[in-house]
């Protein structure tokens, strides 16, 4: 059996065909093109939390946990020591140093066991750390609410990280109040 017309595809066919394949091939630009985009914040958001959340979240839990002031100075606002007692093992003491070296912030952790202090752990907290180059200081201590001029007055402190991402300088901050003081 032979077909009446077999000379193809009208014009309005034609048109009505290419306009829905515009259509779906427009859908899946829009759809890729969204994709990309949440790829790249969500990587944003991923660096913030791996380069500033986590160090203010670490030295957070020291500083909250010292019951001893912070060994440092208002003029080293880029390092500061504290020290933890070990309360399971007497005449121990913990101590965590914070410092802030170029683009890293570095985390010692020492034992100390009478005149001993040994080296227990050092651990890079970030690698593109910018405190030093936007000029923002790591910590700054308060009494109340007015700058300390003495670390040993402080009750509190204020951890501002400061990193880059892709040309974007991202910062966060936290207060944290001294444990009995």
Excluded: C, K, W
């Amino acid at each position: 059996m032979r077909l009446a017309d077999d000379s193809g595809l009208s014009l309005t066919e034609l048109i009505v065909v290419t306009a829905l394949m515009g259509l779906v091939l427009g859908t899946v630009y829009m759809a890729q093109a969204f994709a990309y985009r949440a790829r790249e914040v969500s990587a944003a958001q991923a660096q913030f939390a791996e380069d500033i959340a986590f160090p203010i979240r670490v030295m957070d839990e020291s500083f909250s946990q010292s019951i001893t002031p912070p060994f440092g100075t208002v003029n080293q606002p880029n390092r500061v020591v504290l020290r933890m007692p070990v309360d399971y093992l007497p005449g121990q003491v913990i101590e965590h140093e914070y410092e802030v070296s170029g683009t890293r912030i570095l985390q010692r952790i020492f034992r100390i066991t009478g005149v001993t202090r040994t080296l227990v752990r050092q651990t890079n907290l970030t690698e593109t750390n910018a405190n030093l180059a936007a000029g923002v200081p790591l910590l700054t201590y308060y009494r109340g609410s007015t700058v300390a001029t003495d670390v040993i007055t402080a009750n509190s402190v204020v951890i501002d990280v400061v990193s880059d991402y892709r040309g974007q300088r991202l910062r966060d901050r936290r207060r944290i109040a001294f444990r009995n003081r």
